[in-house]
T-cell receptor, first 117, second 116 residues
Framework: AQKVTQAQTEISVVEKEDVTLDCVYE???????LFWYKQPPSGELVFLIR??????QNEISGRYSWNFQKSTSSFNFTITASQVVDSAVYFC??????????????FGTGTRLQVTL | ETGVTQTPRHLVMGMTNKKSLKCEQH?????MYWYKQSAKKPLELMFV???????ENNSVPSRFSPECPNSSHLFLHLHTLQPEDSALYLC???????????????FGSGTRLTVV
């Protein structure tokens, strides 16, 4: 069975600080997909990034960066120079390969990030 | 505007009421999902529909009854709920192809349900 662990329940930082959100996953599959979503106070989950298990190249998108390490089963998310608008709950999720059927995402419990002035 | 619209945004219902949650997407996706989000718990997958066919019922009590009349609409019918069913109910859709998972899910804003 697949499992996603986000050990940090809440993180509070001051604006402009860098912050890393941890994600550790468990799966028996060799082909799988990892995601990060952001949930602002409005409620909807916003897709941030997808990574497949064969692509360990780290990615940077503006102030966001992701570090995927299969050796430690981790997919950590770093926000550089955090801003108040980054305040939200962030979810890491895992999907196993299910070609031909609808995919199912398994989510972690989320990390609430609070960025203050 | 997320592309997935859920109504109502908020719902308060008594334990003997019958109500329905509605989800609509016009993204051309062919898979739709219901998730339950309770405080301090992971999002729980409830139901999966792929091309209008239910492919997953994740041990959900029968007081929750999904309906998918077409690939753009998904309903969750509620009947004789319990206070512990109070949660945020999220609908999502995705485009499932041979190279699945590529786009991830698109979520709606959810319906905040309170059972009194």
């Amino acid at each position: 069975a697949q499992k996603v662990t986000q050990a940090q329940t809440e993180i509070s930082v001051v604006e402009k600080e860098d912050v890393t959100l941890d994600c550790v996953y468990e799966t028996r599959d060799t082909t799988y997909y990892l995601f990060w979503y952001k949930q602002p106070p409005s409620g909807e989950l916003v897709f941030l990034i997808r990574r497949n298990s064969f692509d360990e190249q780290n990615e940077i998108s503006g102030r966001y960066s992701w570090n995927f390490q299969k050796s430690t089963s981790s997919f950590n998310f770093t926000i550089t120079a955090s801003q108040v608008v980054d305040s939200a709950v962030y979810f890491c999720a895992l999907s196993e390969d299910s070609t031909g059927t609808a995919s199912k995402l398994t989510f972690g419990t989320g990390t609430r990030l609070q960025v203050t002035l | 505007e997320t592309g997935v619209t859920q109504t109502p945004r908020h719902l308060v219902m008594g334990m003997t009421n019958k109500k329905s949650l509605k989800c609509e997407q016009h993204l051309g996706h062919n898979a739709m999902y219901w998730y339950k989000q309770s405080a301090k718990k992971p999002l729980e997958l409830m139901f999966v529909y792929n091309f209008k066919e239910q492919t997953e019922n994740n041990s959900v009590p029968s007081r929750f009854s999904p309906e998918c009349p077409n690939s753009s609409h998904l309903f969750l019918h509620l009947h004789t709920l319990q206070p512990e069913d109070s949660a945020l109910y999220l609908c999502a859709s995705s485009q499932e192809e041979a190279q699945t998972h590529y786009y991830g899910y698109t979520f709606g804003s959810g319906t905040r349900l309170t059972v009194v």
